[in-house]
C-alpha cells in the first residue's frame, strides 16, 4: 500500500494529514485522488466509511491552492443528502485544511438562513450544501456559482431516494459549463447511470468492494 507522500500532496495537506493521524491512504483514496489532482471527473462507488470525504476534498483543496482568487468567489460546490453528512463534510474539511486560508461553510434547511447568508456574504472557498437550501439561496440572489470549477454530487442514491433529482437538475442548469464533477454513490442502480452520464465528461470510475457485511469472528452455518 503506498503511503500519502507518493500522492504529491502539498506539503500543507501532508502536515494536516499526519496532524490527524492518516497514515496510509484508504483504497478510494489511492484511487480517486490521482485521478481529481489530473483534472478528470469521477464515478465514484463508494459508501460512507471508505475515506471518500478525503479522497474528493484533499484534491479539490490542492487544486485551489494553485488557483489565486483575491476575492473568494465560490470555487467548489458539495452537494450532500442530508444535514448531518453536509456538517461531517464541513468538519472534515475544517481538518484537511486546517494549514491553509480556505474558507468553507456549511448551509442546510430546517434553521433561520440569516447566519447562513452572513457566512456567504464574508466570501468562501468551498460551499457544502444540500440541495434545497442551496437553491432557496441561490435564487434569492445570495449565491453566485459563477467562478465555480469544481463540483461534487456525494451521496447520489441516497439524494435520488430522498426525492432530489428535480432539484439536481435544476442546479445543474444554473453551474458554469467549464467545470470538473465527481459524484459518489454507494449503489450504482441505473437512474444513477443516468443521472451520472447526464453531466460527467468522459469519468473515470473508482470503485471500492463495499465493506464485508460479516464478522470473522461470527461463525456461520447454513442448515439445510
Ligand atoms: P468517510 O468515508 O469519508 O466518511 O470517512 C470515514 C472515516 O475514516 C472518517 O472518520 C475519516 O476521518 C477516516 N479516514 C479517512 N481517511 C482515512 C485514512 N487514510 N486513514 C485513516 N482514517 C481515515
Do not use: W
Not at 499526519?18 to 483504497?27: A, V
Not at 485521478?35 to 485551489?64: E, H, N, R
Not at 442546510?108 to 468562501?124: E, T, Y
Request: net charge negative; aromatic share 6%; glycine share 6%.
Amino acid at each position: 500500500m503506498t503511503d500519502f507522500s507518493a500522492l504529491n500532496l502539498s506539503p500543507v495537506l501532508q502536515q494536516a494529514i499526519q496532524d490527524i493521524g492518516y497514515t496510509t491512504p484508504s483504497p478510494i483514496q489511492a484511487q480517486a485522488i490521482p485521478v481529481v489532482l489530473d483534472g478528470q471527473d469521477v464515478l465514484g462507488c463508494a459508501q460512507t466509511g471508505t475515506g471518500k470525504t478525503a479522497a474528493f476534498l484533499l484534491p479539490i483543496i490542492q487544486k485551489l491552492l494553485t488557483i489565486n482568487s483575491e476575492n473568494r468567489p465560490i470555487r467548489a460546490l458539495v452537494l450532500s443528502p442530508t444535514r448531518e453528512l453536509a456538517a461531517q463534510i464541513g468538519e472534515s474539511f475544517a481538518q484537511y485544511a486546517q494549514h491553509t486560508t480556505l474558507r468553507h461553510t456549511v448551509i442546510f434547511g430546517g434553521v433561520k438562513q440569516g447566519p447562513q447568508v452572513k457566512a456567504l456574504k464574508r466570501g468562501v472557498d468551498v460551499l457544502i450544501a444540500t440541495p434545497g437550501r442551496l437553491l432557496d439561496l441561490q435564487g434569492q440572489g445570495f449565491i453566485d456559482l459563477s467562478e465555480m470549477k469544481f463540483f461534487v454530487l456525494d451521496e447520489a442514491d441516497r439524494m435520488l431516494d430522498m426525492g432530489f433529482l428535480p432539484d439536481i437538475r435544476r442546479l445543474l442548469n444554473v453551474l458554469p459549463a467549464e467545470r470538473q464533477n465527481l459524484l459518489f454513490s454507494a449503489t450504482m442502480p441505473n437512474d444513477i447511470v443516468e443521472l451520472a452520464s447526464s453531466f460527467l465528461n468522459n469519468p473515470t470510475r473508482v470503485e471500492v468492494d463495499p465493506e464485508s457485511s460479516t464478522v470473522d469472528q461470527i461463525e456461520q452455518l447454513v442448515m439445510y
